[in-house]
Nanobody
Framework: QVQLVESGGGLVQAGESLRLSCAASGRIVNIWNMGWYRQAPGNQRELVARIGSGDITNFADFVKGRFTISRDNAKKTVYLQMNSLKPEDTGVYYC?????????????????WGQGTQVTVSS
């Protein structure tokens, strides 16, 4: 019923920038928190940044001052601007959204995940 589609990942050199986008679609009534998580091989998935429906943001310490997160509620889209990328930023980046959506049985609310987009930063 709800789908999150990420885009914008790729291969860049250290110090360069990338902008990730995640668009939500489906029978969506409301979206509360939206965020980005990342996972490197052999590591657990970790929070990168999160933004609430009231634009309150949270950032992981390792990206503060380098990344920004924003959202466009009309487009049901969240963005992650990544500047000054480092090799340790390499990983699969996943979009997450706390979504209230309409089903045949009525309203339901749950967290949704995108399929992930690969970000690779070379030195």
């Amino acid at each position: 019923q709800v789908q999150l589609v990420e885009s914008g990942g790729g291969l860049v050199q250290a110090g360069e920038s990338l902008r990730l986008s995640c668009a939500a679609s489906g029978r969506i009534v409301n979206i509360w928190n939206m965020g980005w998580y990342r996972q490197a091989p052999g590591n657990q998935r970790e929070l990168v940044a999160r933004i609430g429906s009231g634009d309150i943001t949270n950032f992981a310490d390792f990206v503060k001052g380098r990344f920004t997160i924003s959202r466009d509620n009309a487009k049901k889209t969240v963005y992650l601007q990544m500047n000054s990328l480092k090799p340790e930023d390499t990983g699969v980046y996943y979009c997450n959204a706390d979504v209230q959506y309409l089903t045949n049985s009525g309203l339901q609310r749950r967290e949704n995940w995108g399929q992930g987009t690969q970000v690779t930063v070379s030195s």
